[in-house]
């Protein structure tokens, strides 16, 4: 298993793109892996015969342990064991989000804990679930989820007598399922009593809801993603603030730039002039735990770029350095990477300043959360025709809503206002591009 | 002018019984039809057709009675014998519709019904008011446009007019309604070709199924069949006689739809979705003008839906689940996935099979052609299709309907007892087949 990226430990291969007996050239793409960012290409440093897959997609294995074996057909495969998976951070049972279920009246006689001993009884570990061979099969024959039932047995032993409390409780027998759907729950490991529709018989296809409606795990992307967030949600309080620009101009100068085979986008403008803004205002470009504050000296942009599976951020660095040229060319490369899933890792971290851009999907306005770790980030919304005031007189003008929500622990709304209002005045200056261009 | 809660257009299978639930569930109503009562089905599809080859069949047994030790001297086929016979019988049930309408105070208005607005109709120059519509205009014969105008080339209904069969025939399509027709015409001692632009007839059935019946019509009743070739102008302009039986089209002249705010899909359809409801919230459509499946027992639950539903019963969806039975000889029938759906699912498929040779209600009856077949889920052996082919197939296809609705699995079925000696053992035995253990028949080749 490959590392990629400095911090990961433990990565999942998502597919292998060779099947076991397929002839592996130097080079070839071996299987794919998730780490926390993207999915990456693990390539093959020799050629032979992948003789042998020892970890399926899916499971998360530390890295550089072995994962399977090139060599000649028929050779033997040195005496290894499978890695075993990653231990799971908490093994919580994947099951059915059922609010709490009404507890069986049988129950065990509560274990006379400590109370007359200092001594406390041995409770049976929650983990440990123990059932009779006979309790099992008449659990398994109903379709039940046999956990929920609190055994009467030695250190809580589910036993027969148990099962039929538990099913008279709840009614087993006024439960009408067809035939093939109480098969189907009985396959896929679903409880029939959780599909109990007052009166109405169960069918295969509530059976499917049941299935569809299973918790199921998110990608690695996607935790990360959530982790991130929640994190930065919890501990920077957000403000948020939206000034509107006049982007007529600019607009117009842009196609007139285009019209003269000049590669310049809106956003390269927005770009450079939250680059511009950030030199101005350092503490936009700063980070904080909360006691300490850190002033970043160089400005890394991060630029959030949504792909189907998720959202990542690849970061321009030292970006104050660039010309505008340059940063037109290093953000259309890093899209590129970024839509076709080459980002390497260190091309997705260490951005100072990020901007969320939702110039092309037709929002009037939004707010962006801060990523972790920064002190503000920028949300670009659509440029839309409107009607404006100018001079005292109506007029149609093209407006783009940005909104700035920034880490009040650092920032205070006036220079939230200041810095907002500069960058506006920025994207407004059309002299100012004139310059940056020529 | 004089206004209804539910006005219907159309009193085909969808139509009539549309009315009479709404009638029944208080409703005043009142049913618009331009040409007969009973529409396609009564009178110029699914009645009369069986009446001709029931007939046909009797027909066909006599000439086989031999087998049982029953002489018949020189048995002849009288056609227009035969189209009195159906004539007849489809007075009768027009008769019989007429007094249900009657009995259950449904207005009959004879005319073609015309959208003036939502709620206003306009019936051959008579105004009415409509709280509620429920379009079932049905559909009629698509005749190609480089056919020649002529008496020698009909469609189905013209065909059914016919008071003498040709001594030869070119069936134009091998879909149900080509296939029930040259089988019967074979049956008369007409020499039959059907022509087929696909590479098989009946191509809604597994290729097992169409090759049983395909065999049977091709060397018992002496049917050619032609299939991946179109039929030629000039060769149908040669023959004695052509049946052009190649699709329907919806019938939606004259309703002026657009009054109302409804337009036709592409294909000259009226959508509706599972309750009936169109577009318009007080314009219900049922049966072959939806264009979903145009089967007559399918409009008539369609049928039964949007009834209660325009009546302000509880909202509820029609059935699914539709068998489909075809006439030919021999018959065959299916509900559910064909094993080539179930398969296209993705999911595992056990099937099995049983033929009526090895069932003793079917050889004491000398029916030993053909056989039934249940597709079942391997992993939850729910039934999930069912086909047969042979021997009272249209009747027998209840049973799986039944099965497959109630989601029974193939070991439920097989544990049912099903009486001796019928042609209904017939699934018990499939089913144990799905397991490999069926009793009646050699156990598998390994």
Same mark, same amino acid.
């Given at each position: 298993m490959p590392k990629f990226g400095q911090m990961t430990e433990e990565s999942a291969i998502v597919e292998w793109r060779k099947k076991e007996g397929e002839k592996v050239a130097k080079g070839d793409v071996l299987f794919t892996v998730e780490t926390d960012k993207s999915v990456m290409e693990a390539e093959s440093f020799f050629e032979g015969t992948l003789i042998k897959i020892l970890v399926q997609p899916g499971v !998360?294995?530390?890295?550089?342990?072995?994962?399977?074996?090139?060599?000649?057909?028929?050779?033997?495969?040195p005496a290894v064991e499978a890695p075993q998976p990653a231990p799971k951070p908490k093994a919580e049972p994947v099951g059915r989000t059922v609010p709490s279920a009404p507890q069986p009246v049988i129950t065990a006689p509560e274990p006379r804990s400590a109370s007359a001993a200092t001594v406390p009884a041995p409770v049976a570990s929650p983990a440990l679930f123990r059932i009779s061979p006979r309790a099992a099969k008449l659990a398994e024959n109903c379709v039940i989820d046999a956990t929920k039932i609190r055994g009467s047995g030695p250190q809580g032993r589910v036993v027969e007598k148990d099962v039929r409390g538990y099913l008279d409780y709840q009614g087993y027998d006024k439960l009408r399922i067809s035939p093939a759907a109480k098969q189907l729950a009985k396959k896929e490991g679903i409880d029939v009593l959780m599909l109990r529709r007052d009166g109405e018989r169960i069918s295969v296809a509530d059976v499917e809801r049941a299935?569809? $409606?299973?918790?199921?795990?998110?990608?690695?992307?996607?935790?990360?993603?959530?982790?991130? /967030?929640?994190?930065?949600?919890?501990?920077?309080?957000?403000?948020?603030?939206?000034?509107?620009?006049?982007?007529?101009?600019?607009?117009?100068?842009?196609?007139? /730039?285009?019209?003269?085979?000049?590669?310049?986008?809106?956003?390269?403008?927005?770009?450079?002039?939250?680059?511009?803004? /950030?030199? $101005?205002?350092? $503490?936009? !470009?700063?980070?904080?735990?909360?006691?300490?504050?850190?002033? !970043?000296s160089h400005v890394n942009l991060g630029m959030a770029v949504s792909l189907e599976q998720g959202l990542v951020v690849p970061v321009i660095r030292n970006a104050e350095d660039l010309t505008l040229l340059e940063l037109n060319q290093q953000t259309k490369a890093l899209a590129d990477k970024a839509r076709s899933g080459k980002l390497a890792p260190q091309e997705m971290s260490g951005s100072t300043f990020t901007i969320s851009n939702m110039g092309m999907l037709d929002v009037e306005n939004f707010t962006a959360i801060i990523n972790t770790g920064e002190a503000a980030i920028l949300a670009v919304s659509s440029t839309i025709k409107q009607p404006v005031v100018r001079e005292d007189k109506v007029v149609i003008r093209q407006l783009m809503k940005i909104t700035l929500s920034s880490d009040h622990r650092l920032i205070d709304g006036a220079q939230a206002a200041k810095f907002i !209002?500069?960058?506006k005045k920025k994207l407004e200056d059309i002299e100012l591009w004139k310059l940056l261009t020529s | 002018m004089e206004t209804f809660d539910i006005v219907v257009i159309g009193a085909g299978p969808g139509g009539y019984p549309a009315a009479i639930r709404a009638a029944q569930l208080g409703a005043n109503v009142a049913i618009v039809e331009r040409e007969q009562l009973g529409g396609t089905c009564l009178n110029c599809g699914c009645i009369p057709t069986k009446a001709l080859i029931a007939a046909s069949e009797t027909f066909a047994h006599i000439k086989h009675a031999a087998a049982f030790g029953i002489h018949v001297k020189e048995a002849t086929a009288d056609y227009s014998g035969m189209v009195a016979h159906k004539n007849k019988l489809v007075t009768q049930m027009r008769g019989g519709i007429k007094q249900l309408l009657t009995g259950n105070g449904v207005k009959h208005l004879t005319g073609t019904a015309s959208f003036i607005d939502r709620t206003?109709?306009?019936? @051959?120059?008579?105004?009415?008011?409509?709280? %509620?519509?429920?379009i079932a205009t049905g559909s009629t014969s698509v005749m190609p446009g480089f056919l020649p %105008? @002529?008496?020698?080339?009909?469609? @189905? %209904?013209?065909?059914?007019?016919?008071?003498?069969?040709? @001594?030869?025939?070119?069936?134009?399509?091998?879909?149900?309604?080509?296939?029930?027709?040259?089988?019967?015409?074979?049956?008369?001692?007409?020499?039959?070709?059907?022509?087929?632009?696909?590479?098989?007839?009946?191509?809604?059935?597994?290729?097992?199924?169409?090759r049983e019946v395909r065999t049977h019509m091709e060397k018992n009743l002496g049917i050619t069949i032609r299939t991946g070739k179109p039929l030629e102008k000039d060769e149908a302009e040669a023959a004695e006689m052509v049946l052009v039986a190649v699709g329907r089209k919806p019938v939606t002249d004259g309703l002026n739809l657009q009054n109302a705010g409804l337009t036709t899909n592409d294909k000259g359809y009226i959508e509706a979705d599972e309750y009936g409801r169109t577009k318009v919230a007080t314009i219900y459509a049922i049966?072959?003008?939806?264009? %979903?499946?145009?089967?007559?027992?399918?409009?008539?639950a369609q049928a039964m839906v949007a009834a209660s539903n325009a009546c302000g019963q509880r909202a509820e969806k029609h059935d699914t689940l539709v068998p489909g039975v075809i006439f030919t000889s021999p018959e065959v029938a299916l509900v559910g996935l064909t094993e080539e759906e179930a398969k296209k699912t993705g999911r595992g498929i056990a099937t099995g099979k049983f033929r009526f040779g090895g069932l003793g209600r079917a050889m004491a009856a000398g029916e030993t052609v053909g056989f039934v077949k249940w597709i079942a889920d391997a992993a939850t052996d729910q039934l999930l299709g069912a086909a047969v082919v042979g021997p009272r197939a249209t009747d027998l296809i209840a049973e799986a309907a039944v099965a497959i609705r109630a989601e029974l699995t193939a070991r439920e079925l097989g544990k049912t007892i099903h009486a001796h000696p019928t042609f209904a053992e017939a699934w018990m035995e499939a089913a144990h087949a799905v397991h490999g253990e069926c009793v009646h028949a050699a156990p598998k080749r390994r």
């Open positions: !998360n294995v530390p890295v550089q342990s072995t994962v399977g074996w090139v060599g000649t057909p028929g050779e033997a495969i299935i569809a $409606e299973k918790p199921k795990m998110m990608s690695k992307m996607r935790q990360v993603i959530a982790q991130r /967030l929640t994190q930065s949600v919890v501990t920077a309080p957000h403000f948020f603030v939206t000034v509107s620009v006049d982007m007529t101009d600019l607009v117009k100068f842009r196609a007139s /730039l285009k019209e003269a085979g000049q590669p310049y986008t809106v956003t390269d403008f927005i770009s450079q002039a939250v680059i511009l803004t /950030l030199k $101005e205002f350092p $503490e936009f !470009n700063s980070s904080t735990d909360g006691k300490s504050i850190r002033w !970043n !209002n500069a960058l | 206003t109709l306009d019936v @051959s120059g008579t105004r009415i008011g409509a709280k %509620k519509v429920i %105008k @002529s008496p020698r080339i009909v469609e @189905s %209904k013209a065909f059914l007019e016919l008071d003498k069969l040709p @001594s030869s025939l070119i069936v134009m399509g091998g879909g149900y309604i080509g296939c029930e027709l040259a089988c019967m015409a074979a049956q008369c001692g007409v020499k039959v070709t059907i022509v087929e632009l696909l590479e098989d007839i009946l191509l809604l059935l597994d290729a097992d199924v169409r049966g072959d003008v939806t264009g %979903k499946i145009q089967l007559a027992h399918y409009a008539t």
